[in-house]
């Protein structure tokens, strides 16, 4: 049996990927907002250091948050708003490992811009609406259930 037979197919159970896209360039923008929120104490606790440093820093700060919201609960808190989280191969939600992994490629990908439109590119084109990270490890961003 494979993995993407655990998963909502997207021809018999369209409404899983319906809005995916749309849905996914709102939450980052609302997660790229709530760190921009979350970077202006950082730069105040480092006495304003943080300034001279500041696009890894937002990094950094943009890793940690989405690495530990997508581990405690397979999604962001932009993908909570819009009702979409992600699956594992076999339609779980992602432990901590896997949201580390996710994590890395989505860094990789917005400090590379053509793997960025790759990424994005795919979620056009692909049945499920995955980009690079999702194919790589299996994953899949699905509307949440009612």
Not at 36 to 48: K, N
Not at 110 to 121: E, H, Y
């Amino acid at each position: 049996m494979t993995a993407d037979l655990h998963l909502p197919d997207p021809v018999t159970q369209p409404e899983f990927y319906e809005g995916v896209i749309a849905k996914r360039a709102i939450a980052w923008l609302i997660d790229v907002t709530v760190v921009a929120i979350l970077v202006v104490p950082a730069v105040v606790l480092t006495a304003f250091v943080g300034l001279l440093f500041l696009p890894l820093l937002a990094l950094c700060v943009g890793f940690l948050y989405r690495w530990m919201t997508i581990a405690g609960g397979s999604a962001t808190w932009g993908m909570r708003l819009m009702a979409i989280e992600l699956r594992d191969a076999y339609g779980r939600r992602l432990d901590s490992g896997l949201a580390f992994l996710h994590t890395a490629g989505y860094a990789l990908s917005i400090t590379t811009a053509i793997v960025q439109v790759a990424s994005v590119g795919l979620m056009c084109v692909t049945d499920r609406r995955q980009g690079l990270s999702d194919l790589a490890l299996g994953t899949v961003m699905i509307n949440r259930r009612a």
